[in-house]
């Protein structure tokens, strides 16, 4: 069964370091995702992305964030200078069609110090 | 705007009792509607989708839901849980306005021996 996969599956930083977590979506998809959930809290959307450009994005994703797929089967997200309040659980996920939602990765749960 | 409440944060059953896992959204376009588990330290499944049809949805591990748009609800059940459901469940809702989705705040399924 296809799957999204996710890389590291644990991140540890110290604030203010930049850090890239890594997705690698399902082959023939051509929507993209990026989800965080902070410890003991709902899934917040951060970004969708198609068509090499965001589509949408939430108040959360502000100027320290940044998508970008590189190669065609990667697809990450930058934060650039990290922030106490960035350390959650960030997941990945990917659909071959809109609104389809099916295939999340993961996880990579990302711990700012 | 959108959102889903999931007005039950923890919900204890018995195993082998059946289970009602209440959802209700508030959308003012048409809805596609989702239920995810998320196991202990895992990723998000996607168990049931309502994109249009018939109101009742079956899903995976015997879950089902049934949209109903006078009450706007989304509510999800199973007639027998097992020890094996213990689980973190999220509702979410999206349309076909918007490629994201918003998360409830989901609701823990504690089963009892």
């Known amino acids: 069964e296809p799957e999204v996969t996710q890389t590291p599956s644990h991140q540890v930083t110290q604030m203010g370091q930049e850090v890239i977590l890594r997705c690698v979506p399902i082959s023939n998809h051509l929507y993209f995702y990026w989800y965080r959930q902070i410890l003991g809290q709902k899934v917040e959307f951060l970004v969708s992305f198609y068509n090499n450009e965001i589509s949408e994005k939430s108040e959360i994703f502000d100027d320290q964030f940044s998508v970008e797929r590189p190669d065609g089967s990667n697809f990450t997200l930058k934060i650039r200078s990290t922030k106490l309040e960035d350390s959650a659980m960030y997941f990945c996920a990917s659909s071959e069609a809109f609104v389809q939602f099916e295939f999340f990765g993961p996880g990579t749960r990302l711990t700012v110090l | 705007a959108q959102s889903v409440t999931q007005l039950d944060s923890q919900v204890p059953v018995f195993e082998e009792a059946p289970v009602e896992l209440r959802c209700n959204y508030s959308?003012?376009?048409?809805?596609?509607l989702f239920w995810y588990v998320q196991y202990p330290n895992q990723g998000l499944q996607l168990l049931l989708k309502y994109l249009s049809g018939s109101t009742l949805v079956k899903g995976i591990n015997g879950f089902e839901a049934e949209f109903n748009k006078s009450q706007t609800s989304f509510h999800l059940r199973k007639p027998s849980v097992h020890i094996s459901d213990t689980a973190e469940y999220f509702c979410?809702?999206?349309?076909?306005?918007?490629?994201?989705?918003?998360f409830g705040k989901g609701t823990r399924l504690h089963i009892l021996p």
């Open positions: 959308s003012s376009v048409s809805v596609y």
């Open positions: 979410a809702v999206s349309s076909n306005r918007d490629d994201k989705i918003i």
